[in-house]
Each structure stands twice: as structure tokens, then as C-alpha cells.
């Protein structure tokens, strides 16, 4: 596979780059504050995850076929455009998602239960503000490392109470599988209360804040996955999330699809 492979073709939204045998990095570059789209998540992170975990299982069965209990090690690292450090990603394109049926079921939904159970640990690099969607899309990631706030003011926020949108199930799905305290949950989803990283690393969704730029964010995610690639090394990594987290993974799953014609040729046309 050759890298750095753009996403989609034509008009890339992100980029999946393979800077280590076992490491994988996807950058979000969708205007300043990657905003999340239909065409960004169905077009460029599931493709790019298409393309990790196959370029990552091709390692995994030669290892096993030359018995090399060292093969088959593996990481992704997703972080927000990298030559700025005030987003990570600043939530859904709201605008032109909240009127599309399919979205949630059939766009972020699967993204989401996708990074629940990615065969390989995945890990979230906020290098600046990380909002609503992205928020999410954060803790469906393993592990979180973000910058401290020092450099530029970084919040972590759901903020769906303050502009009047109800959430999906499948927040909740998320949210209950990554933060196991009732008054963080009550915080998070019915106050939308604005995190600092401080805050985040205090309550637990946080693993690790960083002083710096997104180089140092990012260097910091690097020695993560370093330390947690081989993980990866048996295969089971993925299987043991989706029985973890089946519950939540039940909840994700369960946003209604209400369907028409209409509704249906546009899912078709989006597919084919």
C-alpha cells in the first residue's frame, strides 16, 4: 500500500499515513475544525480504517504463519489537522446533517461501533477544542491524550442541551461505555458542562494532557501506541471490546431508521 493515502479522491478530507511498521495515523483536515460530513465520514475515516486494518492483518498473518510471537503489532492515532493546534474536531456539520435520516444509523452509527471494536488500540490525539460529535468520536476511541490548554484554551464539551438537539441512542451507548460515573454523565449530557483537559484527566476520560503544540500531542500519542501496540499481537484485542462493550454496542445500534422512498434512493445513491 502506498502512503500518505488521501481521502476521498479528488477532494481529501483526511489523510492515513503509516510513519512506523505498526503504527497508523489518521489526520482530519476537513476546513480548520474538521467538521464532521457525510462525505468526511463514509468517504474518508471508513475507508481509512478499511485500509489500516487491512494493511495491519496482512502483518498479523504473516507473523503467525512465521510464528513470531514480536509480529502482528499494531496502533491507530487519529488527530486533527496538524498544522494548527486550536481543534480536534469541532462536532457535526449540524446544518446539513440534522434534516438527513440516515446519517446517524447509517453514517456515524457504524463509525461509531467501528472504533469500539477496531482490532487494534486506537487512540484520540485532541490537540485543541473537541466538540459534541467529535467528543464522541473521541471516546469511541481506546485512549485519549490531549493538550493541556497552556498554549491556547482547549475544551471538551456535549453541548446539544444548549441549542436544543436531542441526542441519539447511540451517544448514549457511547457515553455509557466510556464513562462509568453518573455525575460525569449528568455533567456531560444535561448540563453540557465545558471540560478543561484538567477536568477530563480528573474525571477519567482523559488518559493523558500534554504542554505543547500538536507535534507534542502527537509525539505523546506515538509513545502510547508504542507502548500498547503489541496488544495487538494476538488478535483478540477487538473480540474482547465487542464482548465489553456489548451493551453500549446494543444501544449504538438502536437509533430508528424511519424510511420512505425518498429516504431509501438517497441511502442507495450515497452507497453505490
Not at 478530507?13 to 462525505?39: C, F, M, S
Not at 453541548?159 to 441512542?169: I, Q, S
Amino acid at each position: 500500500m502506498s502512503y500518505p493515502l488521501s481521502l476521498p479522491a479528488g477532494n481529501p478530507l483526511v489523510t492515513l499515513t503509516n510513519p512506523k511498521p505498526h503504527l497508523w495515523v489518521i489526520e482530519l483536515h476537513n476546513g480548520q475544525d474538521a467538521r464532521l460530513t457525510v462525505e468526511l465520514v463514509d468517504q474518508g475515516l471508513k475507508p481509512a480504517l478499511d485500509a489500516a486494518e487491512k494493511h495491519w492483518r496482512q502483518q498479523w498473518r504473516a507473523a503467525q504463519k512465521a510464528k513470531d510471537k514480536e509480529g502482528g503489532k499494531g496502533a491507530l492515532i487519529i488527530v486533527g489537522r496538524r498544522d494548527q493546534d486550536k481543534f480536534f474536531s469541532n462536532g457535526l456539520d449540524f446544518a446539513n446533517v440534522v434534516n438527513n435520516p440516515n446519517f446517524f444509523p447509517l453514517t456515524f452509527n457504524p463509525l461509531l461501533s467501528r472504533l469500539m471494536t477496531f482490532p487494534i488500540p486506537v487512540i484520540a490525539a485532541i490537540n485543541g477544542h473537541c466538540f459534541a460529535g467529535g467528543f464522541m468520536l473521541s471516546l469511541a476511541c481506546d485512549y485519549r491524550v490531549m493538550t493541556d490548554g497552556t498554549k491556547r484554551n482547549a475544551w471538551l464539551c456535549m453541548n446539544e442541551v444548549h441549542f436544543g438537539a436531542v441526542w441519539p441512542v447511540s451517544f448514549t451507548g457511547v457515553l455509557r461505555a466510556k464513562v462509568g460515573d453518573s455525575n460525569t454523565h449528568r455533567k456531560i449530557a444535561l448540563e453540557g458542562h465545558r471540560f478543561t483537559p484538567q477536568d477530563g484527566l480528573k474525571a477519567g476520560f482523559l488518559d493523558h494532557l500534554v504542554s505543547g503544540s500538536t507535534d507534542d500531542v502527537l509525539a505523546k500519542a506515538e509513545q502510547l501506541a508504542d507502548s500498547v501496540s503489541s496488544l495487538a499481537n494476538t488478535g483478540v484485542w477487538g473480540l474482547i471490546k465487542a464482548d465489553l462493550y456489548r451493551d453500549s454496542l446494543e444501544w449504538v445500534a438502536k437509533d430508528r431508521r424511519m424510511t420512505n422512498a425518498f429516504i431509501e434512493d438517497a441511502a442507495a445513491k450515497a452507497r453505490l
